[in-house]
C-alpha cells in the first residue's frame, strides 16, 4: 500500500461545516493527489501536489482546498461543506521512479447531511 | 486534456465466461495507459499498464489488454472469468511528459461474476 493513511476513514458532517481530511505518507514521495470517486464518474482529480508547499487544481477543485506543508502530510479541506461533496476520497502518490503509476489510501467515506 | 470513456457501466456475466471491457481515451498527443480494479469495499489496485512497445500487455489475475492507437482504445480482457472478479474496473490515461502526472480515469464499469 506504499505506506499511506487516511483519516478518518469515515465521516458524517453537517452542511455548512468544515471538513479536512489527511493523508499521510511514510515513504517520502514528491507527488501526491486527492481525487474524489462517485458512481458513473470514476475517479476525478481535486488538488494535487508535487512538493512542500506546491499544489496545482485538478478537474473539480471548487470547493475545496489543499496544503502540504510537510512531504509526508497532504490536507484536502472542504471551508464549508455542501450535499454535492457527499463522496468517497482517495488519495494517492506516485512512486518516486514509479513512472506514473499511482498507489491508493484506503479512502475517506464522507456523507454531508 | 485528456479523457477516457468506458461503454459499458455494468457487466453480468457467468464464471468461465470471456470478459471484455472497452475503453477509448481522447488525446492528441502520446499516452501511457492504465487498467485499476476495485474490490468490493477496498482501494484501487493496478491490473496493468501500457507505456510502449508491444501493444498487448498482460496484467495480474490473468488479465490482458491491448493498445489499438489508430482507435484510441485499450479495452481489457479475460478468457475466463471468476467469481472473484467480481469488482469495479477503471480505465486511465496519462499524458506522457505533461505536468504533474495527472491520471484522467473512465467512469468505471461494475462486473459482477454469477457463480
Known amino acids: 500500500d506504499a505506506g499511506i493513511t487516511q483519516s478518518p476513514r469515515h465521516k458524517v458532517t453537517e452542511t455548512g461545516t468544515p471538513v479536512t481530511l489527511r493523508c499521510h505518507q511514510t515513504e517520502n514521495h514528491r507527488y501526491m493527489y486527492w481525487y474524489r470517486q462517485d458512481p458513473g464518474h470514476g475517479l476525478r482529480l481535486i488538488h494535487y501536489s508535487y512538493g512542500v508547499k506546491d499544489t496545482d487544481k485538478g478537474e473539480v477543485s471548487d470547493g475545496y482546498s489543499v496544503s502540504r506543508s510537510k512531504t509526508e502530510d497532504f490536507l484536502l479541506t472542504l471551508e464549508s461543506a455542501t450535499s454535492s461533496q457527499t463522496s468517497v476520497y482517495f488519495c494517492?502518490?506516485?512512486?518516486?521512479?514509479?513512472?506514473?503509476?499511482?498507489?491508493f489510501g484506503s479512502g475517506t467515506q464522507l456523507s454531508v447531511l | 486534456a485528456q479523457s477516457v470513456s468506458q461503454h459499458n457501466h455494468h457487466v453480468i456475466l457467468s464464471e468461465a465466461a470471456s470478459l471484455e471491457l472497452g475503453c477509448n481515451y481522447s488525446?492528441?498527443?502520446?499516452?501511457?495507459l492504465f487498467w485499476y480494479v476495485q474490490y468490493p469495499g477496498q482501494h484501487l489496485q493496478l491490473l496493468l499498464k501500457y507505456f510502449s512497445g508491444d501493444p498487448l500487455v498482460k496484467g495480474i489475475k490473468g488479465f490482458e489488454a491491448e493498445f489499438i492507437k489508430s482507435k484510441f482504445s485499450f479495452n481489457l480482457r479475460k478468457p475466463s472469468v471468476q467469481w472473484s472478479d467480481t469488482a469495479e474496473y477503471f480505465c486511465?490515461?496519462?499524458?506522457?511528459?505533461?505536468?504533474?502526472?495527472?491520471?484522467?480515469f473512465g467512469g468505471g464499469t461494475r462486473v459482477l461474476v454469477k457463480p
Open positions: 494517492a502518490i506516485k512512486a518516486t521512479g514509479g513512472r506514473e503509476k499511482l498507489f
Open positions: 488525446y492528441g498527443g502520446t499516452v501511457n
Open positions: 486511465a490515461v496519462n499524458a506522457r511528459g505533461a505536468a504533474g502526472n495527472k491520471l484522467t
